[in-house]
């Protein structure tokens, strides 16, 4: 079992940054996918940004590449997703997860373990 816990969440003004944290306990990252995804209110869960460790692969939606970074700390056994340029569309409660190899990265039903998610909120 792996329990995941995020971080970092709140309220940031439209082009500002925002770090977010999700630590891991349980069982260590290092043999997973870790990935990113984000619920915008009434719509459905969509994918952000991944991670492999093994290999160092990173994959992000297009929406966010440029502009956002995931990586991962293995000795604290936590993935950060750093978030800059926000804009107002991308508030949403962002949840971080977990899921065993292979998997379709992209895709939520790939992640067996998934944390309980922070708002994140970008508005003047």
């Known amino acids: 079992q792996v329990q995941l816990v995020e971080s970092g969440g709140g309220l940031v003004q439209p082009g500002g940054s925002l770090s977010l944290s999700c630590a891991a306990s349980g069982r260590t990252l290092s043999s997973y996918a870790v990935g990113w995804f984000r619920q915008p209110p009434g719509k459905e869960r969509e994918f952000v940004a991944a991670l492999s460790w093994n290999g160092g692969t990173t994959w992000y939606a297009d929406a966010v590449k440029g502009r956002f970074t995931i990586s991962g700390d293995n000795a604290k056994n936590t993935i950060y997703l750093q978030m800059n340029s926000l804009k107002p569309e991308e508030t949403a409660v962002y949840y971080c997860?977990?899921?065993?190899?292979?998997?379709?990265?992209?895709?939520?039903?790939?992640?067996?373990?998934w944390g309980q998610g922070t708002q994140v909120t970008v508005s003047s």
């Open positions: 997860a977990a899921g065993s190899f292979p998997i379709v990265i992209r895709n939520t039903q790939g992640y067996r373990y």
